[in-house]
Structures are given as structure tokens and as C-alpha cells.
């Protein structure tokens, strides 16, 4: 283990005083495979997320602002590939969102306001 796993390993997951998640955390599916890494603040996500399949593919990825989805997302197959992509608002979908067949063919694109 290196200085900055050491380091890293002794900041994540860890509480604030009221019992709340707070700073960054990992999780990790009964095969050992990263589930989701992040930042909280105050129990609640913030920043930027990365989520994973069991297979180790990349799930989603996006930011939080207090516990609420905003700014850019992307979902992703358990194959790696695109299923889609767009923005939030306050947690709501805003602007054009692309839906995409598990080939990466583009099924849709939908403008939200």
C-alpha cells in the first residue's frame, strides 16, 4: 500500500457528530468490485458520483448539490456503452436528454424545460 492509499484509507467513511455520512465514500458489491464512490456533506451526496454494475462497468456517473441531482449526468449499460445522457436542474431533467440502444444506436432525444 502506498503513502496516498494509506492516507485515502484513513478518510473515507467515515460520520459527523449528529451520526451523518460525511466526506468521501466508497461501497463495494459482495464480489469486491467498487459500487459507488463520492463525497457527502451532512448525510447527503455532493459533487461529483460515480456508481458501478457488479461487473465493474461503470453504472453512472454525476453531480449532486445537496442531495439533489444538478448539472450533467450519464447512465451507462453493463457493457460499458452509453444508455443516456442529459442534465439536471434542481433534480429535475433539463434540456435535451439522448436514450441510446444497448448498440449505441441513438433510440431518442427529448428537450426538457
Known amino acids: 500500500m502506498n503513502t496516498e ?6 478518510f473515507i467513511n467515515l460520520y459527523n457528530e449528529q451520526g451523518q455520512k ?9 464480489n469486491g468490485k467498487l459500487h459507488y464512490k463520492g463525497d457527502f456533506i451532512d ?9 458501478y454494475h457488479s461487473n465493474g462497468q461503470l453504472s453512472c456517473k454525476g453531480h449532486f448539490v445537496n442531495g439533489i441531482q444538478h448539472g450533467s449526468w450519464e ?10 445522457k442529459g442534465h439536471y436542474v434542481n433534480g429535475q431533467e433539463h434540456g435535451y436528454w439522448e436514450k441510446y440502444y444497448s448498440d449505441g444506436q441513438l433510440e431518442s432525444k427529448r428537450y426538457y424545460l
Open 75 to 84: 447512465v451507462y449499460w453493463s457493457t460499458g456503452q452509453l444508455s443516456y
Open 22 to 30: 460525511h466526506g468521501y465514500w466508497e461501497g463495494y458489491w459482495s
Open 5 to 10: 492509499e494509506i492516507r485515502r484509507e484513513n
Open 43 to 51: 448525510g447527503r451526496e455532493h459533487g461529483l458520483w460515480e456508481r
